[in-house]
Nanobody
Framework: QVQLVESGGGLVQAGGSLRLSCAAS???????MGWFRQAPGKEREFVAGITWTGGNTYYADSVKGRFTISRDNGKNTVYLQMNSLKPEDTAVYYC??????????????WGQGTQVTVSS
C-alpha cells in the first residue's frame, strides 16, 4: 500500500513562488512520481514528472521554465518548486505514483491534493 500526502499550497500573488511537497510511504522503491493539477470545471492535467533516480524530468509546456520537480529518496519526498506563478496556475495540485507518463489514469496512487490560488 502506498500513501501520498501533499503540503505547501496556499494563496500567493501573481509572480510569486510556492514549493509543494509530497511525502510518500509504503512501497515506492523504483517508482516514478508525477504532479497533476485540476482547476474547477476542468479535467485533471499533467504538470511534471520525475523518474526514480531523478535523472529524467519532464514538464507540461504551460509550466516549462517556471516549475521544477525534484525528489529526495532518502526522505521519500517529491517537491514541486513553482516560480513566476500566474492566475491560471490556480488549481488543486496532486502528486501521484504507480504509473508513468502524462496521463492521469495511468497512475494508481494519489494524494488528497493541496490548493494553490494565485491572485492577480
Amino acid at each position: 500500500q502506498v500513501q501520498l500526502v501533499e503540503s505547501g499550497g496556499g494563496l500567493v500573488q501573481a509572480g510569486g513562488s510556492l514549493r509543494l511537497s509530497c511525502a510518500a510511504s509504503g512501497r515506492t522503491f523504483g517508482s516514478n512520481m508525477g504532479w497533476f493539477r485540476q482547476a474547477p470545471g476542468k479535467e485533471r492535467e499533467f504538470v511534471a514528472g520525475i523518474t526514480w533516480t531523478g535523472g529524467n524530468t519532464y514538464y507540461a509546456d504551460s509550466v516549462k521554465g517556471r516549475f521544477t520537480i525534484s525528489r529526495d529518496n532518502g526522505k521519500n519526498t517529491v517537491y514541486l518548486q513553482m516560480n513566476s506563478l500566474k492566475p491560471e496556475d490556480t488549481a488543486v495540485y496532486y502528486c501521484a505514483t504507480g504509473g508513468r507518463g502524462v496521463s492521469a489514469p495511468a497512475y494508481a496512487y494519489w494524494g488528497q491534493g493541496t490548493q494553490v490560488t494565485v491572485s492577480s
